[in-house]
């Protein structure tokens, strides 16, 4: 990973783009990604000289194939959520290889941001003519991630949203807010932006997002790119429970950073610490304990996208 002060330059590996290895979480959206695989595989193979698949065992275990992949110049394509691709992204970015994304899970927000057909097996079809694009990569505390990192009232909604499986996409989240707002209390965040001053934000949310959306289609980061060196930091301060509801649908269309309560700004590194112990969470996965560093790595990752993305 290239571009910033004490990480080591990474060599780009070749890679067949008409070689690729699937690696598939087959829990992945309810068991939707095994169900899928079938029909990724038969659009992969009208086009692609060598398709293989490998199932994940743990996230370890996808670092391993990854590196794997890349090592044999394949490309590596995550079949899976969000949490998949970011592990995957990590391993990728390290070996220098090149990622693809088929989604699989339930929020796919990563995927939806870049264009990316939310069919995997049209995903598949679309990888034949798709471009190479170098993105970055973010990290928390030295865990990569693709999309999004926030902690506080999220890490409440997200612990409910992982433990609820009968519902997708936007249910799944805006039910996981309302059961977290009955019990919530603002918290006290500590934070320091590009190595700054630290300042007290007290309220709802810290964030540090890579692209636009989370939770199922939220456009909590609607000027977030993933290729311009900057993380969108989004400050949301304290405000009452109704407030915070009539708040709430603007996130949909990215229109709530216009209210007082939201603070925005950019940066390549965020310090937060908290008056409690939430969890970081990103990409729908715990990722980070407080207190937290979260770092871009600029140019990281080598990454398959529609050509208009």
């Known amino acids: 990973m290239a571009g910033v002060e004490g990480v080591p330059e990474v060599v780009d590996a070749a890679v067949d783009r008409r070689r690729l290895t699937v690696v598939v979480n087959p829990k992945a959206g309810g068991g939707r990604a095994a169900k899928v695989l079938g029909d990724v595989r038969a659009a992969l193979a009208r086009w692609a000289d060598d398709v293989t698949v490998e199932t994940t065992k743990s996230l370890e275990h996808a670092d391993e194939l990854a590196a794997a ?33 088929l989604p699989g899970g339930r929020g796919n927000d990563f995927a939806r941001g870049l264009g990316i057909p939310r069919d995997p097996a049209v995903a598949a079809a679309a990888l034949a003519a798709a471009v190479e694009r170098r993105v970055d990569l973010p990290e928390a505390n030295g865990v990569p991630f693709v999309g999004i990192a926030s902690l506080g009232f999220d890490s409440d909604v997200q612990v409910i949203a992982n433990r609820t499986t009968r519902l997708s996409g936007q249910s799944v989240y805006t039910y996981a ?8 209390k603002p918290a006290r965040f500590t934070v320091s932006v590009d190595g700054g001053a630290p300042f007290e934000h007290v309220g709802w949310t810290v964030g540090a997002a890579n692209g636009p959306y989370y939770g199922g289609g939220m ?18 301060a304290k405000a009452g429970r109704l407030t915070f509801l009539r708040l709430f649908p603007r996130i949909f269309s990215g229109r709530h950073v216009e209210v007082p309560y939201v603070q925005v700004r950019r940066a390549q590194r965020l310090v937060v610490q908290a008056d409690r112990p939430f969890q970081v969470y990103a990409d729908g996965d715990p990722v980070a304990d407080l207190p937290a560093e979260i770092v871009i790595r600029p140019g990281a990752l080598r990454l398959l996208v529609p050509p208009r993305s």
């Open 69 to 101: 992949a890349v090592a044999d110049g394949r490309v590596t394509a995550a079949l899976g959520g969000d949490g998949l691709v970011g592990r995957v992204a990590g391993a990728v970015a390290r070996a220098g290889g090149v990622l693809a994304i």
């Open 177 to 184: 807010v309302l059961r977290a707002l009955l019990a919530w």
């Open 219 to 236: 456009k909590f980061a609607p000027a977030a790119d993933i290729a311009d060196g900057q993380l969108e930091i989004v400050l949301i």
